[in-house]
T-cell receptor
Framework: DAKTTQPPSMDCAEGRAANLPCNHSTISGNEYVYWYRQIHSQGPQYIIHGLKNNETNEMASLIITEDRKSSTLILPHATLRDTAVYYCIVRVWGGSNYKLTFGKGTLLTVNP | DGGITQSPKYLFRKEGQNVTLSCEQN?????MYWYRQDPGQGLRLIYY???????QKGDIAEGYSVSREKKESFPLTVTSAQKNPTAFYLCASSIHWAGNTEAFFGQGTRLTVV
């Protein structure tokens, strides 16, 4: 699976959009981009995933660049409860082993 | 409610003792996983199971053992051979072992060995 690079930390004001970047310059054509988040002392929570088209669900939007080398997770109206570590993961669809390789992620702090 | 349950949330053990962490899921998922997380670090895979009665070593399996006798259960034993067992342990499951499916995580067990 391709490696990802994320900033270690970001701040966002409550009510504003939080834009979390992720670089995955070695991504292959059959690899998906997944986002999870982990609130302190809890298990990670799935947010969204995509291949090449932009995706949106009730939690967030995922914007993937045309060359697929980077992506941005957007929380449109951040709340204090969105403070968490956000993990960007790239994994192969239909691979022989299912392993989520979590790096250190981005600590998003939403400030009042 | 469907979900994945880990127990207990906090666990204390003396050095040299084996300890078993529980993980149960009622999601009818085939695949289950155990991860370890140390402070400020990402998750590292200990063991995973693609189907009942089958399991495979992950990246840091030494000092750990698992069993998968039932689809819904995947207990992890931390043995005395594990050099640094104090950590946050996370169990996860997914519908299949491969394919475009997301993983669901439990709330974790924080193990402290004194």
């Amino acid at each position: 699976d391709a490696k990802t690079t994320q900033p270690p930390s970001m701040d966002c004001a409550e009510g504003r959009a939080a834009n979390l970047p992720c670089n995955h310059s070695t991504i292959s054509g059959n690899e998906y981009v997944y986002w999870y988040r982990q609130i302190h002392s809890q298990g990670p929570q799935y947010i969204i995933h995509g291949l090449k088209n932009n995706e949106t669900n009730e939690m967030a939007s995922l914007i993937i660049t045309e060359d697929r080398k980077s992506s941005t997770l957007i929380l449109p109206h951040a709340t204090l409860r969105d403070t968490a570590v956000y993990y960007c993961i790239v994994r192969v669809w239909g691979g022989s082993n299912y392993k989520l390789t979590f790096g250190k992620g981005t600590l998003l702090t939403v400030n009042p | 409610d469907g979900g994945i349950t880990q127990s207990p949330k906090y666990l204390f053990r003396k050095e040299g003792q084996n300890v078993t962490l529980s993980c149960e899921q009622n999601l009818n998922h085939d695949a289950m996983y155990w991860y370890r997380q140390d402070p400020g670090q990402g998750l590292r895979l200990i063991y995973y199971s693609q189907i009942v009665n089958d399991f495979q070593k992950g990246d840091i399996a030494e000092g750990y053992s698992v069993s998968r006798e039932k689809k819904e259960s995947f207990p992890l034993t931390v043995t005395s051979a594990q050099k640094n067992p104090t950590a946050f342990y996370l169990c996860a499951s997914s519908i299949h072992w491969a394919g475009n499916t997301e993983a669901f995580f439990g709330q974790g067990t924080r193990l402290t060995v004194v």
